[in-house]
């Protein structure tokens, strides 16, 4: 069974950019998770879908960052703009139906924002 | 608001002995799950091990097992025959079985096996 995918592995931005992050989830699972991991820290969580609609985004900074679902598959994560604070470990994670279940983590985008 | 709490921030362990993560945390709710994580120096975090609070027994996963101490709020790691590979950073975490709140990580144990 193929694991969460994530791409870019690493990114390096200038303040003021954009930047796009992709996610694709194990197949057949409903629920998928973008967390961010400030180093030194654990992740925290920025927003949860279900299918393809948001069930939790509360710790979404919405006005720089946004993310889609479309199909209720693939998933991008977009910062604009950047900010030096961005600078973290993007986590894309996903499980079968909802957060009780195994969470299954990709192995993350290293943002560095300079 | 939940909290999780891990007060060692790096410990180390000699190859073949075994090693103790703690971690503490916070909660009004009765029910829940605290589970354990490693996430190794290539990112991809792993669940190790998983504990429900309404189970007395505690969890074991081969050469991983928890204490859990409800009434405390407590729910360390212990790692036996700990091996190289082990060496990681810990996250402890929880969520409630309400659902209305995330699952929430404490800030990690960096964890270094010695050959």
């Known amino acids: 069974e193929a694991g969460v995918a994530q791409s870019p592995r690493y990114k390096i931005i200038e303040k003021r950019q954009s930047v796009a992050f992709w996610c694709n989830p194990i197949s057949g699972h409903a629920t998928l998770y973008w967390y961010q991991q400030i180093l030194g820290q654990g992740p925290k969580l920025l927003i949860q879908?279900?299918?393809?609609?948001?069930?939790?985004d509360s710790q979404l900074p919405k006005d720089r960052f946004s993310a889609e679902r479309l199909k209720g598959v693939d998933s991008t994560l977009k910062i604009q703009p950047a900010k030096l604070e961005d600078s973290a470990v993007y986590l894309c994670?996903?499980?079968?139906?909802?957060?009780?279940?195994?969470?299954?983590f990709g192995p993350g985008t290293r943002l560095t924002v300079t | 608001a939940q909290t999780v709490t891990q007060s060692q921030p790096e410990m180390s362990v000699q190859e073949a002995e075994t090693v103790t993560l703690s971690c503490t945390y916070d909660?009004?709710?009765?029910?829940?799950?605290l589970f354990w994580y490693k996430q190794p120096p290539s990112r991809q975090m792993i669940l190790v091990i998983r504990?429900?609070?309404?189970?007395?027994q505690n969890a074991t996963e081969n050469r991983f097992s928890v204490n859990f101490q409800k009434a405390a709020k407590s729910f360390s790691l212990k790692i036996s025959d700990s091996q190289l590979g082990d060496t990681a950073m810990y996250f402890c975490?929880?969520?409630?079985?309400?659902?209305?709140?995330?699952?929430?990580f404490g800030k990690g144990t960096r964890l270094s096996v010695i050959a």
């Open positions: 879908f279900q299918n393809n609609g948001v069930v939790d």
């Open positions: 994670a996903s499980s079968y139906a909802g957060p009780l279940y195994e969470q299954y």
């Open positions: 975490a929880f969520i409630t079985l309400s659902g209305n709140t995330p699952l929430v």
């Open positions: 909660t009004s709710e009765n029910n829940y799950y």
């Open positions: 504990q429900e609070a309404y189970k007395q």
